[in-house]
T-cell receptor
Framework: DAGVTQSPTHLIKTRGQQVTLRCSPI?????VSWYQQVLGQGPQFIFQ???????GRGNFPDRFSARQFPNYSSELNVNALLLGDSALYLCASSPGGSNYNSPLHFGNGTRLTVT | KQEVTQIPAALSVPEGENLVLNCSFTDSAIYNLQWFRQDPGKGLTSLLLIQSSQREQTSGRLNASLDKSSGRSTLYIAASQPGDSATYLC???????????FGAGTRLFVKA
């Protein structure tokens, strides 16, 4: 079975531009979470989606938005990019619902560089 | 506010040594604690998940323990190998269910 897939793997953008990152969860998983990992730090929670609805949001500005599609894939959008948005963006999937004790499964991430 | 701390930040050991990585968290209201491995520039690989009602989990040379009341977990790696070199992250899932909070990780280097 395919794991969590993210695209693109690398991206270079200029300050002020907008970017869209994509994630496909493991087959059968209905929950997708997004994390930002700055070099040398642990991942920081951005969003969780379950059944196309936002279930949680971390401490990130409104420039960050996301959505989940009927096939449970997800997109993360970041507007008005800043240099500080440069990071590895990770997507994780899990069965969701009341399965709080199912492990998170991560993709390999998208490396975003803002110049 | 939940905070997760990992000690040490970095560790270098000779091959074959047994080692312990530490993780502490400030709020015991968690569903579970999960240990991950991350290779440079890569995503996270799940190693072990301990539910809040459990005390430990084992997988091969890895053993993770959880003391929820004291807010501590340890990851024990037996007979370390150069291939174990990576960053190890612990994360707790809060009782809201949707947020998993990570520590900054321990960078492990196993010398051949």
């Amino acid at each position: 079975d395919a794991g969590v897939t993210q695209s693109p793997t690398h991206l270079i953008k200029t300050r002020g531009q907008q970017v869209t990152l994509r994630c496909s969860p493991i087959s059968g998983h209905k929950s997708v979470s997004w994390y930002q990992q700055v070099l040398g730090q642990g991942p920081q929670f951005i969003f969780q989606y379950y059944e196309k609805e936002e279930r949680g949001r971390g401490n990130f500005p409104d420039r960050f938005s996301a959505r989940q599609f009927p096939n449970y894939s997800s997109e993360l959008n970041v507007n008005a990019l800043l240099l500080g948005d440069s990071a590895l963006y990770l997507c994780a999937s899990s069965p969701g619902g009341s399965n709080y004790n199912s492990p998170l499964h991560f993709g390999n991430g998208t490396r975003l560089t803002v110049t | 506010k939940q905070e997760v701390t990992q000690i040490p930040a970095a560790l270098s050991v000779p091959e074959g040594e047994n080692l312990v990585l530490n993780c502490s968290f400030t709020d015991s209201a968690i569903y579970n604690l999960q240990w991950f491995r991350q290779d440079p520039g890569k995503g996270l690989t799940s190693l072990l998940l301990i539910q809040s009602s459990q005390r430990e989990q084992t997988s091969g040379r890895l053993n993770a323990s959880l003391d929820k009341s004291s807010g501590r977990s340890t990851l024990y790696i037996a007979a370390s190998q150069p291939g174990d070199s990576a960053t190890y992250l612990c994360a707790v899932r809060d009782t809201g269910g949707f947020k998993t909070i990570f520590g900054a990780g321990t960078r492990l280097f196993v010398k051949a």
